[in-house]
């Protein structure tokens, strides 16, 4: 995660926020489906693993700073660590899978790849971060973000 930090950790301040988030999530969906659903090598597998362990960190990170400065302090601290919380209970809840529901992999691949478009649903409709609105000095639409997300946390 740390080399994915270096890599794309700059990119969410210089093209914004949701941009990078989406780009981050949609070629994990991609990287996922495709070793899901066309698996053909172990070479394929490991190549997609990496890919997605590079992007973890525009998917947590980014995610968690963008949460951050859109969310009340309150509500923030508690979706970032229930969104860390998830993402750490993946093996425990893949073990559970396994023991009492079924022992195809595929089914379990298939809910995580349907869990894994719903943020990327979620980020069209969510503003670009104030902040980052403010830091390129687009004040008109730092001013509508701001609107749109009080309207949201009322």
């Known amino acids: ?3 994915g930090s270096i890599i794309f950790g700059p990119f969410g301040d210089l093209f ?6 989406r780009v981050g999530l949609i070629i994990s969906i991609l990287l996922f489906g495709f ?8 070479i ?3 190549v997609c693993f990496f890919g997605l362990g590079l992007l973890s960190s525009v998917r947590l990170n980014l995610g968690f700073i963008y949460g951050a400065e859109v969310l009340k302090e309150k509500t923030a601290n508690v979706v970032g660590s229930l969104a ?4 750490a209970f993946t093996m425990i809840v893949a073990s ?18 349907s869990l894994l478009v719903i943020p990327l649903l979620i980020s069209f409709i969510m503003p670009e971060s104030p902040k980052y609105l403010l830091q390129k000095k687009l004040f008109t639409q ?12 009322s």
């Open 1 to 3: 995660m740390l080399i």
């Open 96 to 113: 559970i899978f396994f023991m009492y529901i079924s022992k195809s992999w595929l089914e379990l691949y298939t809910i995580y790849f």
């Open 35 to 42: 070793n899901t659903y066309f698996q053909s090598s172990l």
């Open 16 to 21: 914004g926020r949701i941009p990078v988030l």
């Open 84 to 87: 860390l919380s998830i993402d």
């Open 44 to 46: 394929q597998t490991y």
């Open 142 to 153: 730092a001013r509508e973000s701001f609107n749109r997300i009080a309207r949201m946390n």
